[in-house]
């Protein structure tokens, strides 16, 4: 018998047995160690290793840029920290896209070296094969349909998506096609409320929303959008928790204060 207490760890069914019953479902960023163990601890119920770590952790101006070995380097960390929440990581830009055999490989690389438990895959229809091959393996998959961040430059904007008649059906059409490939949820982002309604009322699977109203399964964001970290970006759909850059702000300038004024370390604070 183990000694130490063991936490219940969520997993894609336990996502569908609270689509079932009716509870939502808490998704939240995470990409480091210190940060995915506060966000475990508060009872999250799937920490996402985003490609947004491309925007908050290394500066890019899009996700396109970051690799497979950096979403890996990001995932195990959280891998490490997280004891109950059920850990997707995303497939970075060029990884899974027109390759179904590519998009397997990383999506082993992702499970093998960081001990994550699902995958998070941009697209519908287009991406099929990947999907499939990916589920092949035993290798949870999670889609993402609406704004669809990899492909900004075939959109221009990060508008809101689906609004037109055409791009709504093709929404509804591909989250019926994920969920009969076996996908296990779906993220809807920043979509029309009353369209996002319908398709999670048409799904069995359970989906998560970002900017996609109150009736979705579940909701996502990112922890330093949330925590008021990254402030420059406010966008509508974005409820801010704390404003820890102030805070952060406080604690350092008073390092450097108390640093310049010789204060800082005093005679109880050394050897
Ligand atoms: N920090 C961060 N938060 C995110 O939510 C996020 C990332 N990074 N990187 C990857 C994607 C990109 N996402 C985005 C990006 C922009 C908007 C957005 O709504 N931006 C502006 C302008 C939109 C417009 O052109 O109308 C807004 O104020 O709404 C939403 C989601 C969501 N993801
Ligand atoms: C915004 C969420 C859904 C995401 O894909 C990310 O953080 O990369
Ligand atoms: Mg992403």
Avoid: W
């Amino acid at each position: 018998m183990s000694v130490h207490k063991d936490v219940k760890r969520i997993t894609t069914h336990t996502l569908q047995e609270m689509k079932n019953r009716g509870e939502k479902i808490a998704m939240l960023t995470a990409y480091d160690y210190s940060m995915a163990a506060i966000v475990d601890a508060a009872g999250m119920d799937v920490i996402l290793v985003g490609d947004s770590a491309s925007n908050v952790m290394a500066g890019h101006e899009t996700t396109l840029p970051i690799t497979l070995d950096q979403m890996i380097y990001h995932a195990s960390a959280v891998v490490r920290a997280a004891r109950r929440a059920l850990i997707v990581v995303d497939l970075p830009f060029g990884t899974y896209q027109g390759n179904s055999k590519e998009a397997l490989a990383s999506a082993i690389r992702i499970m093998k070296e960081s001990g994550a438990h699902a995958v998070k895959l941009e697209g519908g229809i287009e991406i099929a094969e990947s999907v499939s091959r990916i589920l092949t393996a035993g290798i949870p998959v999670m889609g993402h349909l609406g704004l669809t961040p990899q492909s900004i430059y075939k959109f221009g904007t990060y508008t809101v998506r689906a609004k037109e008649d055409a791009e709504a059906q093709k929404l509804r059409e591909d989250a019926l096609k994920l969920q009969e490939l076996g996908c296990f949820g779906i993220v809807l982002e920043k979509i029309p409320a009353a369209l996002a309604k319908t398709v999670s009322e048409s799904l069995v699977i359970p989906t998560i929303g970002i900017g996609a109203g109150q009736f979705c399964d579940g909701q996502v964001l990112v922890i330093h959008d949330m925590l008021g970290i990254n402030k420059g970006f406010k966008p509508r759909f974005l409820r801010q928790y704390a404003d820890l850059a102030d805070v952060m702000n406080n604690a350092i300038s008073n390092y450097v204060t108390d640093v310049k004024a010789k204060d800082f370390p005093n005679e109880k604070e050394q050897y």
